[in-house]
Structure formats: C-alpha cells, structure tokens
C-alpha cells in the first residue's frame, strides 16, 4: 500500500468502527426498551379495526419483559354517553392480555394496573405506559367495545358469540344465557 491508502485506511477503519459500535449500542438499547408502538396523534386517531387492535396487543405481550409492569388507562371521549365503557374496555385488554394461547406468552395479572382517566376532548381511547412511557394508543368505536379478538368469526353471518373464547370479551359478555326451553325438556321426557 502506498503512503496515502495507510492514511485513508486508519480513519476509515474508525469510523466504520465506531459506527458498528453505535449500531450494536443502538440495538442494545432497542432490545432493552420497549419498542415504541404510539400513534402519532392519539387525539385524532381513527378508530381501529378489530384486527389491528388484536395485532397491537400481540405484540405488546410478546415485547413486554416479564419484570415490567404495564399502565393501561381507558378514557372515553367527549361524545361518548356509555359510563361503563371504559370498564368494559379494561375488561378486554385484560383478558388478551392474560389469556394463554399455544404460541403467545402471557402478561402475569400482577403485571397489569389498570384505571380510568379523564374524558379526551376527541374520540375515547386505551393507552398503554411502560416505565412511564406512552408506547400504544388504542382508539375504540364510539360507545363501542374495544374489539380485540375473533375478527373474522362472522364474517359470513354467524353468531359473533359463538366461541367460548368469544364469551370472555365484551360485548359478548352482555349475552344473557341460554335456558332450556321448559316444553323442549318435556317433549324430550
């Protein structure tokens, strides 16, 4: 190597050092942290389809680092009149989130702090905080349940409650249940 190339060669090498460096750092600290999943705007968010809020949820309980707990604040919106909406979206944040499934952990029950907050001055939304960071904004429907799981189950005009899954989660919770009918028992005898 010429004179020059050893003086080129040393500063490079450097900075390609020094950058593989930062990039480890930088996944270090990525890997170490909790990804950062919050809408832009939560305030003017559009409300989410039931599919995207399942696939939010799946993704924090597979992030979520077993030591650390997890802050879920339901608010509803400034037109929103159901006052035990937020319960019920609680309710079903809850459950997702606890629930076992083959291939996903689960978030331990203790791990989960759950509260109400204040009315927002646009659509009502669920917010998830870990170590004091907003990570998630879910936005819910108006008066509606926060849809977040069996999305497709009556897409060809089935019952949405059909599933014993299903009857874990609002609104399907509300479903009185079924009695046998008196005159069928009797016909049966």
Not at 17 to 44: E, G, H, S, W, Y
Not at 57 to 70: F, G, T, V, Y
Not at 118 to 126: A, C, P, Y
Not at 166 to 189: G, M
Request: proline share 5%.
């Amino acid at each position: 190597m010429t004179q020059t190339r050893k003086q080129l060669f040393g500063p490079i090498l450097f900075v390609l050092m020094a950058v593989l460096c930062l990039v480890n750092t930088a996944n270090a600290q990525f890997d170490k942290d909790f990804r950062n999943l919050t809408t832009i705007d939560p305030d003017n968010a559009l409300p989410g389809r039931c599919w995207f809020n399942a696939m939010m949820l799946h993704d924090i309980r597979q992030a979520l680092p077993n030591e650390k707990k997890i802050i879920v604040i339901a608010r509803l919106g400034a037109k929103e009149r159901n006052a035990s909406m937020n319960k019920r979206r609680l309710h079903n944040v809850r459950t997702i989130l606890t629930m076992k499934y083959e291939d996903a952990k689960t978030v331990p029950m203790d791990s989960i702090i759950v509260a109400e907050g204040e009315r927002t001055k646009g659509r009502g939304r669920v917010e998830f905080y870990v170590d004091g960071n907003l990570i998630l904004a879910l936005t819910p429907y108006g008066d509606h349940d926060l849809a977040v799981t069996g999305c497709y189950d009556s897409v060809d005009g089935g019952d949405w409650c059909a599933t014993t899954e299903q009857k874990q989660f609002y609104p399907c919770k509300d479903q009185p249940k079924k009695k046998p009918d008196r005159k069928l028992r009797k016909k049966a005898n």
